[in-house]
């Protein structure tokens, strides 16, 4: 069963598309059982079991709390594995994708929406945990590369840095992959269609709380007091000149004030003694997160004590930069190549300033990561067109994964495992 719509090459589509159904079947049962990060009891079962019937090697649960980890072993020759007895490693490569929901309310009506109110599978980690197991599954039937596969099934994404917790609890001590990759469905790029650059990938993000202290005091009486409102309101406005008058031109960086708390809503006439501000900051460099950093805690200062007020900054840096490396980058967009076309991959493809905490994996390991179409438009007979499945955008409470293009992504995480660790 090929999926509608879409044409792909080679035999890892063509055996993963026979059992396009039982993924189908797979991935609206855990949309249906939407987990927050660290809590994906059920998810990670339901991975554990499949992997189990898959006929993997190993099965590894519990990593970074409710992570699981399978290794499958593939056969004893072939280039990359002859070239490694010459070393004490093993020639190992490593497939990631993640399991969490979100905390938000879905409002679609088909079948398998979530079950659980106030939590939804909004950004399709459910479609990328059933790529994985879609590749397991081929993996372990075939078993036509030299080495291990690695398939790292994380929990956590989601802003709780679930990546950086199987790290410290040994992931790569335990499984010394020697590179990583990852995907990501993006309903911005058709079905049928890859991305990828051989840089920048994803954003940076930090986390910036600042804290004013004024003096409150009488509405009425505005100049006994020092207003810590006012004093937000130029800080915001400061901030905005950061990256028009201190990043370079042809370097990236956003930051968005999010948050504004300061006094009661009900006290109309009171000037409050502190006021907060929350929100992000969005880098590609260093160079430029570190600059952001300083520029940040000097303005707040500076603006503050202007009005007789004090500002202080906490910079909390939460995800680092999420960078291809070249060569993993070169094998990873052959594969796509090799699997759609080289018309349907787009090799410099735009950065996004989101984040993503596969980051963390790559600041230890070698490592590429992809996006995979999957929005699909359709024609509305007057010239224009209407959503289709997969056409709102991630986060979206109409959002949902297009399960057309599940043999697609798990055809791509296996030819990245049989073009890493090729047999002769």
């Known amino acids: 069963m090929r999926a509608p719509g879409l044409r792909a090459n080679g035999r890892a589509f063509a055996q993963i598309a026979e059992f396009h159904p039982e993924l189908t079947a797979f991935r609206r049962d855990l949309h249906a059982h939407p987990e927050l990060g660290f809590e994906e009891v059920y998810t990670s079962s339901r991975v554990a079991h499949a992997l189990r019937l898959c006929g993997v090697d190993e099965v590894h649960t519990g990593i970074g709390k409710t992570g699981v980890v399978a290794v499958i072993r593939g056969q004893q020759t ?74 790292v099934f994380q929990p956590a994404e989601e802003g709780r840095g679930g990546a950086d917790a199987m790290i410290k609890d040994g992931l790569f001590e335990r499984f010394p992959v020697q590179a990583i990759y990852a995907m990501h469905n993006w309903p911005a790029m058709p079905p049928g269609t890859i991305g990828i650059n051989p840089g920048p990938m994803m954003a940076a993000a930090d986390r910036i709380t600042i804290e004013i202290t004024g003096r409150g005091g009488h509405g009425a009486h505005a100049y006994l007091t020092v207003d810590p409102v006012l004093v937000a309101a130029h800080i915001i406005t400061a901030l905005q000149s950061i990256v028009s008058r201190n990043v370079k031109a042809m370097d990236n960086a956003v930051i968005s004030v999010c948050s504004v708390q300061a006094g009661d809503p009900g006290a109309m006439s009171v000037v409050p003694g502190h006021a907060t501000l929350v929100g992000t900051v969005r880098t590609f460099r260093p160079e430029v997160q570190d600059l952001v950093e300083r520029r940040l805690k000097e303005l707040c200062a500076g603006v503050a004590q202007g009005f007789g007020a004090t500002a202080t900054v906490h910079y909390e840096r939460i995800y680092p930069a999420t960078i291809n490396t070249p060569a993993e980058y070169l094998l990873a967009a052959s594969v796509a190549d090799q699997l759609v076309g080289p018309e349907n991959v787009v090799r410099n493809l735009e950065p996004s300033m989101g984040a993503e905490d596969f980051s963390f994996m790559l600041r230890q390991r070698p490592g590429a990561y992809l996006r995979l179409g999957q929005g699909e438009q359709i024609p509305d007979g007057q010239g224009g067109s209407v959503g289709g499945v997969g056409s709102h955008f991630l986060h979206n409470s109409r959002y949902d994964f297009n399960d057309s293009v599940l043999p697609l992504g798990a055809a791509l995480f296996a030819g990245i495992v049989e073009r890493a660790l090729p047999l002769v």
């Open 78 to 151: 072939g280039a990359a594995f002859k070239s490694a007895l010459t070393s004490d490693l093993r020639p190992m490569v490593g497939l990631r994708s993640d399991m969490d929901a979100l905390p938000m309310t879905e409002h679609n009506e088909f079948g398998w929406k979530s079950s659980k109110p106030g939590l939804m599978h909004g950004c399709g980690h459910d479609g990328h945990t059933t790529m994985l197991v879609g590749a397991a599954r081929y993996l372990a039937e075939t078993r036509r590369f030299a080495g291990d596969a690695v398939l």
